[in-house]
């Protein structure tokens, strides 16, 4: 496997006081071992494969999914929860020009339809995902912002047929929404959720409808002929469709066609041990909204149901030691500046994850060019919760050359270009990270 980062990135260490592991039962699924064979093979156990591979399996076809570590183990187990609006960064306006008009209504439908999708799921399969949260709040972090949060307002209300309340600075206290902030915006589409949790269940639900599992089972090499072969160091499976799921965790040659057209992004979260009613007082935040601010290199944060605060950032550039407990010791001290009550809390739940951009601006879901009977979903830019979950649903029709049972946007058909520089891509960061930093100041 071809992958950029160092190895710390993709290995347990850096998810090992991941809060979302202590609410769950751990298990270790079968591995591949020795020759088989299956009707389309799903490479990558996160949202996206998971669910093509229960819509497949309910579809009646033969599906078998292999994921290098365990279910969830990468961005799906380890995110900050959030089920909303987005998965791209395109502005209306690069939309319009890109793709037009309609294709703009369609993606913002999209994004709305893919919220309700999980939702849908969560009630059809009976899953406790500890959901909370009535959509989610856009905080102010300058006053500058606050000026623009109006007509970001007229905008949301445009795009998704809602309308967002905005709360003056004077208000965000009686809102429970006390710090740093110059106002808010909040959009009542979207709620928060425990991410294991939801991807368990649906792993669960697959399982019962016929689904294949095989984890620890890194494919390390790929093969076409008249038929996919997939290898892994105990074995092999040949499948007559592939779909690859593996996003920010994906290898530059599995499929080849993958290098350089993804640029995996450290994200780094923590969460408090469980507030008092005192501290959440002291503090002034009580709300359960789900929010995050707006910086470009922004923080998003939450009271979770158990009363523990959950706080993340983007991470750092390098996958190293030195790196990784700088990055620890910069979330901790933005926490602290932004709720200063909360100093001498206890934040025993840290770790970090890749999620996956492009140079596209939205993510990819279709055909592999030039490799017939192979498909693609990745790239959903920190919001993936939502959008890879319904990207995975479209790839269970695609696969079988049916019309999907959901809408199909014309922005996710594009394929997204190289990026400069190959496996060194992630130089280009520094300087990016420091002009946005510039920016929020």
Same mark, same amino acid.
């Given at each position: ?30 591995? $591949? ?123 949301? #209300?445009? %795009? ?23 106002? #808010? ?76 057209? *993804? ?30 601010? %707006? ?5 998003? *944060? ?6 523990? *605060?959950? *706080? ?20 901790? %001290? ?54 890879? %979950? ?47 930093? $510039?920016?929020?100041?």
């Amino acid at each position: 496997m071809n992958r950029i980062y160092e190895p710390l990135a993709y290995s347990n260490e850096v998810r090992r006081d991941c809060f979302w592991n202590t609410t769950v039962d751990a298990t270790q699924g079968e591995q $591949l071992q020795g020759t088989h064979q299956t009707d389309v093979a799903i490479v990558g156990g996160g949202f996206t494969g998971l669910n093509a591979a229960l819509h497949l399996a309910e579809d009646g076809v033969d599906v078998t999914l292999l994921d290098a570590e365990t279910i969830g183990w990468g961005a799906s187990g380890r995110n900050g929860g959030f089920c909303c609006l987005g998965g791209g960064i395109l502005s209306n306006a690069q939309i319009d020009k890109r793709f037009g008009t309609d294709a703009r209504h369609a993606w913002r439908t999209a994004e709305k339809d893919a919220i309700k999708h999980v939702s849908g799921l969560l009630e059809r399969y009976k899953i406790d995902a500890d959901a909370h949260s009535k959509g989610e709040t856009l905080l102010a972090h300058k006053a500058k912002r606050w000026a623009t949060l109006q007509q970001h307002a007229d905008e949301v #209300a445009e %795009s998704y047929g809602v309308e967002p309340t905005l709360i003056p600075k004077s208000e965000l206290a009686d809102h429970g929404l006390n710090g740093p902030f110059h106002g #808010a915006l909040t959009n009542p589409i979207g709620f928060a959720l425990n991410p294991l949790k939801y991807a368990l269940g649906i792993a669960e639900a697959a399982r019962r409808a016929g689904a294949r599992f095989f984890e620890q089972s890194p494919v390390i090499r790929l093969e076409q002929g008249a038929q996919f072969t997939l290898h892994t160091p105990k074995g092999r499976i040949t499948a007559k469709r592939l779909i690859i799921a593996t996003n920010g965790y994906s290898s530059e040659d599995v499929p080849n066609w993958l290098a350089t057209r *993804f640029m995996p992004v450290q994200s780094s979260v923590l969460v408090t041990r469980p507030l008092t009613d005192e501290e959440l007082a002291n503090a002034g935040w009580t709300s359960d909204q789900m929010a995050f601010d %707006s910086r470009n290199l922004l923080h998003y *944060f939450r009271l979770m149901p158990s009363r523990q *605060f959950l *706080f993340g950032m983007r991470g750092g550039i390098f996958a190293n030691a030195r790196s990784d407990a700088k990055i620890k010791r910069l979330i901790r %001290s933005d926490f602290e500046q932004m709720f200063p009550a909360w100093r001498h809390v206890e934040t025993p739940h840290m770790w970090s994850g890749l999620v996956c951009m492009n140079a596209k601006g939205a993510p990819f879901t279709g055909p592999i060019p030039d490799m017939p009977g192979a498909f693609a979903s990745l790239s959903y830019h920190g919001n993936g919760v939502a959008m890879a %979950s319904y990207c995975g649903t479209l790839l269970a029709d695609l696969v079988q050359d049916k019309d999907t049972r959901l809408p199909y946007p014309e922005v996710l058909k594009s394929t997204p270009s190289k990026l400069p520089f190959g496996t060194k891509r992630r130089w280009v960061l520094p300087p990016l990270y420091a002009a946005m930093g $510039l920016v929020d100041r």
